[in-house]
C-alpha cells in the first residue's frame, strides 16, 4: 500500500468518526417532511423576562422549524433542564409529519432550545421520552432576526427606568444609542 492510499484510508475513518458528532438527528430528516403545522407561534412561560425579550415579539415560522430539524444536535436532559441554561420565557410550537407517516410535536426557544415528543395518529404523545435538543445555529439566526425585538425591549426598560427618575431626563435616548450600535 502506498502512503497516498494509508492517508486516504485514515482521513475517511476520521471524516466517519467525526461526521456523526456533528450531524443533525436522522431520525428526523428535512428531506422526508411531509408538513409543517404551526400549533403554537409564541408561548409565554413563567420564565419571561419583558426587559429581555417580549414573547409577543417572537413568532416560530415554518422556516424556523425546518431550520431547526437540519441543524438540531441531541443533548441530555440534564444538560437541557440545567439551573444556567440560557432561557427567554419564549416558545414556539408546531407538529410535523413526514414520508413514512411519523409525526411530531417541536418546541423551538428562540435560544435554540428544542424538545420533541412522538404523536400517535389521534395526535396524542406517544408513550416513547420526550427528547431534547441544543442549535446554536438556530440562537445565532434567530437574535439576529431579534435585533429589533431586543432594541423595543431596552427602550420599555430604559424609558420606565427614566420615568422613575432612576436615570437623568434624556440619558435613556443615549443609552438606547449605545446599545443600537453595540449590536
Not at 432550545?113 to 445555529?137: D, H, M, V, W
Not at 431586543?150 to 443615549?174: M, S, T, V
Request: glycine letters at 6%; proline letters at 5%; hydrophobic letters at 35%.
Amino acid at each position: 500500500m502506498s502512503n497516498a492510499s494509508i492517508l486516504g484510508i485514515a482521513a475517511l475513518v476520521v471524516t466517519a468518526t467525526v461526521l456523526p458528532v456533528h450531524a443533525a438527528d436522522m431520525r428526523y430528516p428535512i428531506a422526508n417532511v411531509v408538513k409543517i403545522e404551526i400549533t403554537e407561534p409564541s408561548i409565554r412561560s413563567a420564565w419571561e423576562n419583558k426587559n429581555f425579550l417580549d414573547c409577543d415579539d417572537v413568532v416560530l415560522t415554518e422556516e424556523d422549524v425546518r431550520y431547526a430539524l437540519r441543524h438540531m444536535r441531541k443533548v441530555p436532559e440534564k444538560s437541557y433542564f440545567d439551573e444556567y441554561a440560557e432561557r427567554t420565557g419564549c416558545l414556539g410550537g408546531a407538529r410535523v409529519t413526514f414520508k413514512n407517516g411519523k409525526t411530531i410535536a417541536i418546541g423551538i426557544e428562540p435560544t435554540g432550545r428544542i424538545n420533541t415528543f412522538e404523536l400517535n395518529a389521534k395526535l396524542k404523545p406517544t408513550s416513547g421520552p420526550e427528547t431534547y435538543y441544543e442549535c446554536q445555529l438556530c440562537k445565532a439566526r434567530k437574535m439576529e432576526l431579534l435585533k429589533d425585538a431586543l432594541y423595543r425591549a431596552d427602550e420599555r426598560r430604559l424609558r420606565k427606568a427614566e420615568a422613575e427618575g432612576k436615570i437623568p431626563p434624556g440619558e435613556a435616548e443615549q443609552r438606547l444609542k449605545a446599545l443600537r450600535t453595540s449590536r
